[in-house]
Every structure is written in C-alpha cells, then in structure tokens.
T-cell receptor, first 115, second 113 residues
Framework: AQSVTQLGSHVSVSEGALVLLRCNYS??????LFWYVQYPNQGLQLLLK??????LVKGINGFEAEFKKSETSFHLTKPSAHMSDAAEYFCAVRSYSGGYQKVTFGTGTKLQVIP | EAQVTQNPRYLITVTGKKLTVTCSQN?????MSWYRQDPGLGLRQIYYSMNVEVTDKGDVPEGYKVSRKEKRNFPLILESPSPNQTSLYFC????????????FGDGTRLSIL
C-alpha cells in the first residue's frame, strides 16, 4: 500500500519569496517520487522526479526537491517565486509490488503568487 | 510531436447513456492509465494497463471499464453513467518502468445529468 500527503491545499507567497510545498509519502517498497504542475485548463506536466540516483533533485523552472527517507518526505522548493509559478502542484508516488504498478497522487497544493 | 490525445474534451450527457472516452499515445509506451480529478481529492487512478491485453484496477474502478487491444489506445468506457461520475478525466502514458514519469492528455470534462 502507498499514500501521499500534501500539507496545505493553498499556499500564498510574495513574488521573490521562497516557495515550499510539502509532500510526505508512505510505501511498502522503495518508491519513485514525482512532482507535477498543472496550469489552469491544462494537463499535468512533470517538474522533477526522484529515482534513487541522488537525494537532491533539480527540475525545470528553478524548482528542486530533496528526498529524505528518514522523514518520508519529498518537499518541493524554489528560492524565488515568480508570477508564472502560480498553478496547482501534485506530488505522486509510483511503485511496483507483487505484479502491480499503481500510481498515487496527493490532493494537490494551489500556489498563489502575490505581486 | 509526442502526445497523448483524448477525445472528446467536453461532454454533457444523461444518466444511463453509455459513453466512451478515447485515449491514444504516439510514444510506443507500454503503461497507460486513467485518472479522475475532483476538487480537494487530487487525481485518483481508475484503471491502468501495463501492456496490451493487461489491465488492472486502480483505486476507484467502480462503474468504469477499459480495454487495451492495441498498444497505442486505451479507451475508458462508462456503460451506465451516473451523476457521481461527473468529473475531469485524464489519460496518461509512460514507459513500463516505475521510475519513468507519465505524459498526460489535456483532459476530458464529463458532466452526467
């Protein structure tokens, strides 16, 4: 079984401020973790992924995330928010176990960037 | 251009009238999946397929059917739609391995009256 928890359904930051979006997961097998972004009226796009090669992962648009096994976390950060970062962000876990390969998403965090 | 194509993009229909949402990908991906997105609930996996003729239930399969007769296509079938299936649906595809990200279609907004 696996699950994903995203704390904070809405996060507001000022333009230029640090962005921190939280994701905690649980998985009975080593997980692969992903962050996706969804702009209004669009599908999801990949921001970055953790696949065990490195715990600090850099993605597109200046985002990065750190995998912390001891905390079962994969929080998304960006040093300086831009207006174009306003969107909904989803954390997801994908794992293979017992012949099954499910994908579980968190409930999402809407990021508002205030000028 | 690599893409996942869903049709229709929007559909309003009535309870009990069978409908099919098509999904096609041009990336030769083995893994395909359907999700529904509802406010406050994120995306929930309905069904997935790891290859042709191989399908498995996700977390919310009730009321849905799928088939995978060809590698590129993975239609979602609602045989007797009900209002609680009103939602935004996404199809996605990826390579087979669990460490691969998914490519998403643009979504299908279904309204069941």
């Amino acid at each position: 079984a696996q699950s994903v928890t995203q704390l904070g359904s809405h996060v507001s930051v000022s333009e230029g401020a640090l962005v921190l979006l939280r994701c905690n997961y649980s998985s009975s097998v080593p997980p692969y973790l992903f962050w996706y972004v969804q702009y209004p009226n669009q599908g999801l796009q990949l921001l970055l992924k953790y696949t065990s090669a490195a715990t600090l992962v850099k993605g597109i648009n200046g985002f990065e995330a750190e995998f912390k096994k001891s905390e079962t976390s994969f929080h998304l950060t960006k040093p300086s928010a831009h207006m174009s970062d306003a969107a909904e962000y989803f954390c997801a876990v994908r794992s293979y176990s017992g012949g099954y390969q499910k994908v579980t998403f968190g409930t999402g965090t809407k990021l508002q960037v205030i000028p | 251009e690599a893409q996942v194509t869903q049709n229709p993009r929007y559909l309003i229909t009535v309870t009990g009238k069978k409908l099919t949402v098509t999904c096609s990908q041009n990336m030769n991906h083995e893994y395909m999946s359907w999700y529904r997105q509802d406010p406050g609930l994120g995306l929930r996996q309905i069904y997935y397929s790891m290859n042709v003729e191989v399908t498995d239930k996700g977390d919310v399969p009730e009321g849905y059917k799928v088939s995978r007769k060809e590698k590129r296509n993975f239609p979602l079938i609602l045989e007797s739609p009900s209002p609680n299936q009103t939602s935004l649906y996404f199809c996605a595809s990826s390579a087979a391995s669990s460490n691969q990200p998914q490519h998403f279609g643009d979504g299908t907004r279904l309204s069941i009256l």
